[in-house]
């Protein structure tokens, strides 16, 4: 194998030597593992011939990017391969479209930069940023400060180009669950490298938000500071990013000490009207709670947070000499953020340790920091003990087992606590379709298999919608029309994040079998409002996939699978969408265009500053729908530009004023409808939404009962990713029995 | 005097207390160049740690620039600077032969008359010292360090006349640090010695006076290297002078503060010091990182540093906010020099 790979990397790229293997042993996770080699391709393309080396000498292989995952995804348990593509670096972008085509070792932080440099945004910031890779962010799914208001990297990934572990390269994009298949690029983000290596990934970026506020709030203790988010939410006051830096817990003579203040690092984000309604808002509800808000220069939240991060940590270890920490992830929903603080302090002062939590508090993502001075035997127990009793505790909260750091081998053990058997196994199937000799990243994120493994659990039939305006979401039966859920929102401070092209009396069921395009997809993709499914399979048993919370990122995300899989995977017979608060003011525009060229051109030009558009073909011209949408504040001022610049154009409109023209697009326009598919993408092409359109029919292509596939399955895919597919229909059917 | 009679480095378990977050990555010019793990200060102290892996990695520890960068953002305070050069003492195989190597070394990163001011500091700092109750009879010893100007310099000695201290430069060049950073163990010690015989010749009870925290660091260091005080006379903290630095320069909230890439190790303080300040003040390795603007491989093996002042400068150019430097890159107004205060004498 040694020979074959230096023939693709020449010879200085492949390294046998200690001081590498060493080097290529860890990330910042406590246990480590050397790899037998250590190989760093110059170039994409070397990629998938490594890769083939190594399956041909049977050899694991993990790959890594800058090795600063928490839970040791990086690590190479097994030994074979480090596969470090660091230097993989290359940008392109498309400035007209929004899109950046990635290698998997660029840095976050240079994306983000180079996205800037064009006018454009790169959402997803975790806070290793400046050193983190692209390739690592999508292996995790990683999330960071401000998915709380946009969601994490799987939202803003189009396509992705996967070397299997035989070195086969495919293609896997977001629109093939509208084209037959199911949506694979899903599951393969989060997927902790186990399933192939991402060769190049093609990502969505957004426009930066016209105003930021960034706001910093001092509170005397936790409880005042999660009492005043709680009031955040239940007002439908969503920040971009609420980030929370909990007081210190120090171990005092038997008792725990919180050191210094709670203090929340929020920014909020839109128009400057809202951006200006919304710190108002906030300012009276921090000293409602008797929170100190400082407004601070916008922009600069990650960097300060980062130093006032480390500060606090540099504080704890001059307070406790404890000069070592441990930091940990999982999530809870933000309903629950009070009762995980709670759980945190009582073991904190169980096991006497210094524990600090500087977390993601709007997402109720926690990062408890365990400090100590040794790994001795003692303080080992401790701190395991301490973890332990938290990741179980967050457990019996409805948590996740992570919000952004990922399984890994951290957590691997603990996979049996928050999963069933029925979903563990499909999770073993799929990585077996995948990966059927197990070479990558073996023994990450999926646990062996247990006898002790726990059925899932029954799920109550319930007919009621439930809305938590708390936890941001909504449950409903999947027979729900959206038009009824509505209705139950109506005179709530949210409102549903998914308006499906379809009309208000389309099923949520039927929405999420046909993947369904958002006409609200410039907020939320579709797929991504959809937080939680509960299917019954073939045989009839039900699973519950996903949870209450925004981030979560524990084994596969097999929730993800059930956007567009036309019935194959199960039926649902419960959807959890997420909700959006209610827009405070809002115009819609119905443009009229000659051509559909011109259509095109215009939702190019508007893109920046309308939020939702859609494009109705009608003869041979068409209607272009704009709306213009508050949270906060007046929309006055961009209605006014709005009309100045169709004027300008010489283009004709009319205008609504706060209803709707028509939330739901006519049934009898939507074969002819296109949906804008957000700021950054093309318009969704027609044809995809024509197929999308025809293949609508709620209850098609179910899952017959001796496992075969549909036969409407279009033939273009290729046969490897319908194997693969198939054998994942087939892990559903059988897991439920 | 031979390498071994360096302190012993490990005061607790160092090499331990990096958690390998991986945070240093950024800030560190030569991983930029090199762009392999053995390479960054995380990787460094990995291999540090173990005896067998320091001796196979001496090629990965010499790429080190000494620049200190990546302590700044250290969760866990490692001090990877103090590492690197404790190892360059103890293996002679990866330090520089002779001082004038060192100084020509640096000539790409620093400006010529910088370069010159610190090899005309060393050629005198390893002079014998002057003879004891020589002419030159003082009660005060300032350190400059070399990015002070001369004019900067001669403003203080004026200001301390006028308060009727008489105050001598007697560093000018850092020359004992300088040496120290490139494993010249035996160069270190004597030049120390010719500091302490100089500063024992200006009066019994000379005081030192240190004008910008970069010097202050330096004393730290010697302390912490010969394993005593330089002098017994009460001298002001790091803190102090940057509190002092600060009042010269009056940082104000959304400035800058240069910290890089010469002012090193001054974390700590510099971090208590904002911290007690009050007012937002971003360190500008923070800032280029929060820009993305530090140079990563585009240009392997391009002379680092002075890519990474041109980046500043570049950075900054479309910033609003003010870049305060408290020393090197950019000046402390020393002309205010009666902002500074005299230390008290010992």
């Not at chain 1, 040694?2 to 200690?18: K, S, W």
């Not at chain 2, 090199?34 to 320091?54: F, I, K, M, N, Y």
């Not at chain 2, 390893?126 to 300032?142: F, T």
């Amino acid at each position: 194998m040694l020979e074959e790979l230096i023939a693709i990397v020449g010879h200085d790229r492949v390294h046998t030597d200690e001081p590498f293997r060493e080097a290529y042993s860890y990330d910042a996770f406590l246990r480590s593992a050397r790899p037998d080699v250590v190989v760093r391709p110059a170039h994409a393309s070397q990629i998938a011939p490594i890769v083939r080396a190594a399956a041909r000498a049977g050899a694991p292989l993990v790959a890594r990017g800058a090795g600063t995952g928490y839970c040791g995804g990086a690590v190479p348990l097994h030994g074979g391969l480090a596969l470090v593509l660091n230097q993989l670096r290359a940008i392109t972008i498309d400035a007209e479209a929004g899109l950046a085509v990635v290698e998997p070792g660029v840095i976050t932080g240079d994306l983000q930069r180079e996205a800037r440099a064009h006018g454009w945004r790169w959402v997803p910031d975790p806070s290793s940023y400046s050193v983190c890779t692209i390739g690592g962010n999508i292996a995790t799914n990683a999330g960071g400060s401000h998915c709380l208001a946009h969601g994490t990297t799987t939202q803003y990934v189009e396509w992705i180009d996967l070397v299997l572990s035989d070195g086969e390269e495919v293609r896997l994009d977001r629109r093939d669950a509208l084209e037959g298949g199911l949506d694979l690029r899903a599951i393969v983000i989060g997927s902790e490298g186990t399933l192939g290596v991402v060769a190049r990934a093609g990502l969505r970026l957004v426009r930066p938000p016209e105003a930021v506020g960034t706001v910093f709030v001092h509170f005397a203790d936790d409880e005042r500071a999660i009492a005043f988010l709680i009031d955040c939410f239940d007002a439908g006051l969503v920040p971009a990013a609420m980030d929370l830096n909990a007081g210190p817990l120090l171990p005092d003579g038997g008792q725990l000490r919180a050191e210094g203040d709670a203090l929340f690092f929020i920014d909020l984000e839109g128009a400057r009207e809202e951006v200006a309604e919304m710190a108002r808002e906030l300012h009276r509800l921090a000293e409602r709670h008797g929170g100190r808000p400082e407004l601070i220069d916008s922009g600069t939240l990650a960097v300060r947070r980062l130093g006032l991060t480390i500060e606090s940590w540099r504080r704890i270890t001059a307070r406790t000499g404890a000069t070592r920490y441990f930091l940990f992830d999982a999530g809870v929903p933000r309903s629950r953020l009070a009762e995980s603080l709670q759980l945190i302090r009582a073991t904190a002062k169980k096991h006497a340790m210094p524990v600090g939590n500087s977390f993601h508090a709007g997402d109720g993502n926690i990062h408890p920091t365990i400090f100590f001075r040794t790994l001795d035997g003692a303080a080992l127990d401790r701190i395991m003990g301490l973890w332990r009793e938290i990741l179980c505790g967050v457990a019996t909260l409805g948590g996740t087992i992570s919000g952004e750091h990922g399984v890994g081998l951290e957590k691997i053990d603990y996979m049996q606590l928050y999963y069933s058997r029925q979903q563990l196994d499909v999770m073993r199937a799929l990585q077996r379709a995948f990966d059927p000799g197990a070479l990558c990243n073996p023994g990450k994120l999926i646990p062996p298999k247990r006898d002790s493994e726990r059925a899932e659990a029954c799920a109550p039939a319930d007919d009621a919608i439930e809305v938590s305006e708390r936890d941001g979401l909504v449950w409903a039966p999947a027979s729900t029309s959206f038009a009824a859920l509505e209705a139950a929102l109506a005179d709530r401070a949210y409102e549903l994040a998914w308006w499906p092209l379809g009309g208000g009396e389309l099923t949520v069921g039927e929405a999420l079998l046909t993947g369904v395009a958002n006409l609200r997809e410039t907020r939320v993709p579709a797929r991504d409002s959809v937080l939680a499914v509960r299917l019954v399979a073939s045989d009839g048993t039900t699973l519950t996939l996903g949870s209450r919370i925004g981030k979560d990122v524990g084994g596969y995300e097999l929730r993800k699978l059930c956007f567009g899989s036309r019935g194959r995977l199960g039926a649902p017979t419960h959807v959890c969408l997420r909700l959006l608060p209610r827009a405070a003011e809002c115009v819609d525009y119905a443009v009229g265009v000659a051509t559909p060229a011109a259509a095109l051109a215009l939702e190019a030009r508007l893109r920046s500053t309308v939020s939702t558009s859609a494009i109705e073909l009608a003869g041979g011209g068409a209607r272009v729908r704009l709306r213009l949408e508050h949270w906060r504040g007046s929309v006055a001022r961009r209605c006014d530009a709005l009309e100045a610049q169709l004027a300008a154009a010489g283009l004709e409109w009319l205008r609504s004023d706060g209803a709707p023209l028509s939330r739901w697009s006519p049934r009898r326009l939507q074969t002819r409808s296109l949906a804008s598919t957000g700021d950054a993408l093309p318009l969704l092409d027609l044809l995809t939404a024509q197929r999308a359109n025809a293949l609508h029919s709620p209850g098609a292509g179910m899952l017959a009962h001796d496992g075969t596939l549909p036969a409407a399955s279009p033939p273009a895919r290729p046969e490897r990713l319908r194997s693969i597919e198939a054998a994942i229909v087939h892990a559903f059917a059988r897991g439920a029995q | 005097v031979s390498a071994s009679t360096a302190p012993p480095l490990v005061e607790r378990d160092w090499f331990a207390q990096c958690t390998r977050c991986g945070l240093c990555l950024g800030r560190c010019p030569s991983f930029a160049a090199l762009q392999v793990e053995p390479a960054s200060p995380r990787g460094r102290v990995r291999l540090l740690a173990d005896p067998q892996l320091r001796d196979a990695a001496g090629e990965h520890l010499a790429s080190c620039f000494r620049c200190r960068m990546c302590e700044e953002g250290c969760p866990t305070a490692v001090p990877f600077g103090r590492l690197i050069r404790d190892w360059l003492v103890r293996d002679r195989r990866w330090s520089y032969a002779r001082w004038r190597d060192a100084i020509d070394a640096l000539a790409g990163v620093h400006g010529a008359d910088v370069v010159a001011r610190l090899a005309g500091a060393v050629e005198q700092s390893l002079a014998p010292p002057p003879p004891p109750g020589g002419s030159e009879r003082a009660e005060l010893a300032l350190f400059c360090g070399p990015w002070i100007s001369d004019e900067d310099a001669a403003a203080v000695v004026e200001a301390r006349a006028r308060a009727g201290v008489r105050a001598v430069v007697i560093d000018r060049g850092l020359a004992p640090q300088l040496l120290l950073d490139e494993g010249l163990w035996d160069e270190f010690v004597a030049a120390c010695g010719a500091l302490e015989a100089r500063i024992a010749a200006l009066s019994p009870s000379a005081a030192v006076e240190v004008l910008d925290p970069h010097c202050g660091r330096f004393i730290d260091e010697y302390d912490y290297w010969r394993g005593r005080p330089l002098v017994a006379a009460p001298r002001p903290s790091l803190l102090t002078l940057l509190q002092r630095c600060d009042a010269a320069a009056r940082v104000g909230d959304g400035d800058v503060l240069d910290l890089t890439p010469a002012t090193i190790g001054l974390v700590g303080a510099t971090s208590e010091w904002l911290a007690r300040s009050g007012r937002w003040v971003e360190t500008l390795p923070s800032a280029l990182a929060g820009a993305g603007a530090l140079p990563h491989a585009e240009a392997p093996a391009a002379p680092l540093l002075r890519d990474l002042v041109a980046d500043k400068r570049a950075w900054l150019a479309g910033r609003a906010g003010r870049l305060v430097t408290l020393d090197p890159f950019t000046r402390v107004r020393f002309a205010d020099a009666e902002l500074l205060t005299v230390p008290p004498r010992g």
